[in-house]
């Protein structure tokens, strides 16, 4: 019933920059935190940048400074503009979403996750 589509993966050279997208769509009432995510091979999935709902910003130190995490609420949407990029930033980037909606027993809040995207940085 919700369902999270990110776009903007891809290759880049070291040094370069590439813009992450994340829309949720479905049966939702409001989305609270939003955040982003990445597993490289072999590694586990670590948290990269969260957002929460009024617009509070958290992000890996590994990033600090180079990213930066944003959302259009009116769009249910949120990006990841990602900048200075270096080949260890390789990975495969997932959009996380906690999100209200209704079923059988009224209200409840569920946590959602996007289909990933490839994003490789080389050298």
């Known amino acids: 019933q919700v369902q999270l589509v990110e776009s903007g993966g891809g290759l880049v050279q070291a040094g370069g920059s590439l813009r992450l997208s994340c829309s949720a769509s479905g049966r939702i009432v409001s989305i609270n935190d939003m955040g982003w995510y990445r597993q490289a091979p072999g590694k586990q999935r670590e948290l990269v940048a969260a957002?929460?709902?009024?617009?509070?910003?958290n992000y890996a130190d590994s990033v600090k400074g180079r990213f930066t995490i944003s959302r259009d609420n009116a769009k249910n949407t949120v990006y990841l503009q990602m900048n200075s990029l270096k080949p260890e930033d390789t990975a495969v980037y997932y959009c996380?979403?906690?999100?209200?909606?209704?079923?059988?027993?009224?209200?409840?809040?569920?946590?959602?996750w996007g289909q990933g995207t490839q994003v490789t940085v080389s050298s």
């Open positions: 996380n979403a906690k999100i209200t909606r209704w079923n059988a027993l009224g209200l409840n809040d569920y946590t959602y």
């Open positions: 957002i929460t709902s009024g617009g509070t910003t």
